[in-house]
Each structure stands twice: as C-alpha cells, then as structure tokens.
C-alpha cells in the first residue's frame, strides 16, 4: 500500500501559479500511475491530470489543458502538480492518487487532499 500526503496548497489570486506536491510512501510507488483530482464544495470529484510510472506519459482534461502540468521524480518518491493561470473555479481541494495507468484511472490510494483557493 502506497501513502500518500499532499502539500502546497494556499490561497492565490487568479492569473497566478500554485506548486502541489505529493510526498509518497512505498516501495511500489513507481510502479502506479499517478493522478490529480479535485473536488469543490457541492460539485462532484474531477479529474486534473495524470502521469504513468514512468513519467513520459501524461494526461488532461480540456479544462486544464495547457494550463496544469504533472511530474513526478521517482528518485525523490514525489509527484507534482503546476498549475498556472489559476482561475476562481480551480478552487477546490486537490488530492493525489495511484491509478492503474495514466489513461486507466482506476484508483488504489488516496491523499488527504490540500486545499487551494483562488480569488478573483
């Protein structure tokens, strides 16, 4: 089982860029994808972004395209999520988690989820 605590997160106001990290625990980390999702209050979860075990595949829905990046550092057990151009509806709580692969989002562990907030 792989642990996962996510940091970061923070009030910005639109137009600016927030650095989320993952710190992860386990010896299996790399071999999970990895993905972002968030969730806003009263709104359903939403996928942001996702990653395979290696890193040189990556995945993104049309509302963040451009926008949201995710890496990840095997060596250091960390993934990341820049997120630019922030806009007032990515405030959400964003959370890290193991999927099977970067376009197969089944999900296997969850952070406990950092809060961002962007004001307008």
């Known amino acids: 089982q792989v642990q996962l605590v996510e940091s970061g997160g923070g009030w910005m106001q639109a137009g600016g860029s927030l650095r989320l990290s993952c710190a992860a625990s386990g010896r299996t980390f790399s071999s999970y994808g990895i993905g972002w999702f968030r969730q806003a209050p009263g709104k359903e979860r939403e996928f942001v972004g996702s990653?395979?075990?290696?890193?040189?595949?990556?995945y993104y829905p049309d509302s963040v395209k451009g926008r949201f990046t995710v890496s990840r550092d095997n060596a250091k057990n960390t993934l990341y999520l820049q997120m630019n151009s922030l806009k007032p509806e990515d405030t959400a709580v964003y959370y890290c988690?193991?999927?099977?692969?970067?376009?197969?989002?089944?999900?296997?562990?969850w952070g406990q989820g950092t809060q961002v907030t962007v004001s307008s």
């Open positions: 990653i395979n075990w290696s890193g040189h595949n990556t």
């Open positions: 988690v193991t999927v099977a692969d970067y376009r197969d989002l089944r999900s296997f562990s």
